[in-house]
């Protein structure tokens, strides 16, 4: 292919990507058409199928390489060397980090198409990466706590703590305030709050004597 011609045909699908990524987030990802998104990049309704299949692709293509990368960090702190509490803190602190700066698409990246956090093998692979990531923050918090692997308890823990997490972001989906200015002002506030949810699962899953 020429080189121009790539040139345009790689800022094509940019901005088909970009255009999504708008409507997704301003109107939701399933009551979006293909033929808005071709209409708000700027290109026929049928050229965009030439760069993308439906609209699970382009759900895949915005979503899964960040999500990757989220997932890889948290992994990282989760088989790394620090100590269980203080990689719960640190995987906590990153993923609001991570979602405050993709506030927009936050939604997005975790409930289009979602699944159960506990289906083992999700058919779609944005799915897979999510719940994979559930699993990561489920060792994280069963470390911490040390409930049994594939408990109830455990499972319920951590959804608990799933749900704190995404009410902190939520609670500032729509602040003007950048995500490095939320964090620096509520910085104490995150901590606390994580803090007052492990005490609270200390007292509530201590064992049973």
């Known amino acids: 292919m020429p080189r121009k011609k790539q040139v345009r045909s790689e800022q094509t699908k940019q901005d088909i990507l970009n255009a999504a990524g708008r409507l997704f987030a301003a109107k939701g990802y399933d009551v979006v058409t293909m033929r808005e998104v071709a209409k708000e990049a700027g290109c026929s309704h049928t050229a965009i199928y030439i760069y993308f299949e439906d609209k699970e692709a382009l759900l ?5 390489p960040a999500l990757t990368e989220l997932q890889l960090q948290i992994e990282e702190k989760v088989s790394g060397k620090l100590e269980p509490e203080e990689a719960l803190r640190q995987i906590s602190l990153d993923f609001i980090r991570f979602c405050l700066i993709h506030r927009n ?11 159960r956090v506990d289906e083992a093998e999700p058919e779609l692979e944005i799915n897979r990466v999510r719940n994979g990531m559930f699993r990561l923050l489920m060792q994280a918090v069963r470390q911490c706590l040390d409930l049994p692997e594939g408990s109830e308890r455990l499972l319920s823990a951590t959804r608990i ?48 004597k």
């Open 161 to 208: 703590y799933f749900y704190l997490l995404h009410g902190i972001v939520g609670t500032y989906q729509l602040s003007e305030e950048s995500a490095e200015e939320l964090m620096e002002r509520l910085l104490p506030t995150f901590r606390e709050a994580i803090e007052v949810l492990l005490l609270g699962f200390r007292a509530q899953h201590a064992p049973d």
């Open 105 to 115: 698409m936050h939604r997005i990246f975790f409930e289009a198409r979602s699944v």
């Open 60 to 64: 895949h293509e915005l979503s899964i």
